[in-house]
């Protein structure tokens, strides 16, 4: 189960330049495809669902926390609402230290 997140975090770290000047978007988004969509109708759940069972906004907070990126520009995830708090405290204390 580890393997999925390796992969997120491989791709979120890779995904952010080690200049600054550039635009750049980080997506931290719930993957799915057809074969996980039919599932979900099957068993009765959602993409949403899915995304705050997974706690995947609150791991991205904790990465963010632990300095695992170099710059953070425009940062995408799904259902804000889940984890939302934490992912703002992490931005907020990135901000923070970047500046230092």
């Known amino acids: 189960m580890e393997i999925p997140w390796n992969n997120l975090e491989s ?48 791991r991205v907070a904790r990465m963010i926390a632990n300095g695992r990126f170099k710059q953070i520009n425009f940062l995408e995830v799904d259902n804000i609402c889940d984890g939302g708090a934490e992912l703002q405290q992490a931005l907020e204390h990135f901000q923070i230290v970047s500046k230092a």
């Open 11 to 58: 791709y979120l770290t890779a995904s952010s330049p080690s200049s600054q000047g550039n635009l750049w978007i980080n997506q931290a988004h719930w993957q799915y495809d057809t074969d996980s969509i039919v599932a979900g109708m099957i068993l009765g759940s959602s993409i949403i669902q899915d995304n705050s069972k997974s706690d995947v906004n609150r």
